[in-house]
């Protein structure tokens, strides 16, 4: 296996521990759930730079890699959604379009068809995990403050309110977008009888 496929599958269990971390209750669960998010949020960058650099593009790279984006950013968005940061129908609207998409992959492999991830998803999968890191990093914060390690956040809760507002109707833009300019492209592999 190569690295961009080993970076792929270090994404995988990346996501299992933070998973873990963000439903815990030890203390700094959040901080160590964003480190953990940002360092599979890195494989996700160096994975698909080092394949195309190197010319290591494979077909398990070329399913995987978009399945273990969805799979993490499916992750972040469902543990968010109890902590208020993400409200519940803006997650389902992000996850219905993953598991659209990997649909269509699914139905274009079953043809014989590889579909690789567009530019736009990329965009789109970057604005994600954007958003998601900007909610970890708040609550991150008001763990410190709690421990007594920062002064008053006075400002938390506007960027929590205004700022994850903004990122998460975006976020949602972006996958409406770019779902539907995904299947509109590759449409021909809709057969409706």
């Not at 077909?59 to 399945?67: A, E, I, R, T, V």
């Not at 543990?79 to 992959?105: H, N």
């Amino acid at each position: 296996m190569n690295l961009p496929n080993q970076l792929t599958v270090a994404r995988f269990f990346l996501t299992i521990l933070f998973v873990i971390a963000l439903s815990s209750a030890w203390p700094f669960c959040y901080t160590a759930g964003l480190i953990l998010f940002i360092a599979a949020g890195i494989t996700d960058y160096f994975d698909g730079e080092i394949a195309r650099r190197r010319n290591l593009i494979t077909d398990f790279g070329k399913l995987m890699d978009p399945l273990a984006d969805k799979i993490m950013i499916a992750s972040a968005f469902i543990c968010l959604v109890p902590l208020k940061a993400i409200p519940a129908w803006a997650a389902v609207v992000i996850i219905s379009r993953e598991f659209l998409i990997t649909g269509l992959r699914l139905l274009a492999a079953s043809k014989g068809i590889i579909l690789p991830s567009e530019k736009l998803g990329k965009h789109k999968t970057a604005w994600q995990i954007i958003t998601v890191i900007y909610f970890l990093l708040l609550l991150s914060l008001m763990e410190f403050d709690k421990a007594g390690l920062l002064n008053e956040l006075f400002w938390w809760a506007h960027a929590w309110l205004i700022g994850g507002s903004i990122l998460t109707y975006l976020a949602v833009a972006l996958t409406l977008y770019s779902g539907g300019g995904y299947c509109w492209k590759n449409r021909s592999l809709i057969s409706w009888e």
